[in-house]
């Protein structure tokens, strides 16, 4: 069955760095899109960064666009988030996700246990 293993969540002061990884398997990593997304609580799942199936193409939010970068390798069915100059307010659980789609194009998305990322001094 799929399955995403995220890791490299923890605690570091603000100005720091961390990497994340989610480890996917059950599904032919090659071909899909893939995404991080972060949640505090009270709040809705925010889009962090996607990458495309190649990791030719990458997009990330406004609030994270130059510090963080996502990448992948494919080879190690693996999706990256680099985290640099991490503030306060990126405190939060990040997930792992793909949205896989059936031969009659349904879709359903799949979702990582989550890796919880907590800046402070």
């Known amino acids: 069955q799929v399955q995403l293993v995220e890791s490299g969540g923890g605690l570091v002061q603000p100005g720091g760095s961390l990497r994340l990884s989610c480890a996917a398997s059950?599904?032919?990593?090659?071909?899909?899109?893939m995404k991080w997304y972060r949640q505090t609580p009270g709040k809705e799942r925010e889009l962090v960064a996607s990458i495309t199936d190649s990791g030719g193409s990458t997009t990330y939010a406004d609030s994270v666009k130059g510090r963080f970068t996502i990448s992948r390798d494919n080879s190690k069915n693996t999706v990256y988030l680099q985290m640099n100059s991490l503030k306060l307010e990126d405190t939060a659980v990040y997930y792992c996700?793909?949205?896989?789609?059936?031969?009659?194009?349904?879709?359903?998305?799949?979702w990582g246990q989550g890796t919880q990322v907590t800046v402070s001094s």
């Open positions: 059950g599904f032919i990593f090659s071909w899909y899109a």
């Open positions: 996700n793909s949205r896989l789609y059936t031969s009659g194009g349904i879709s359903k998305d799949y």
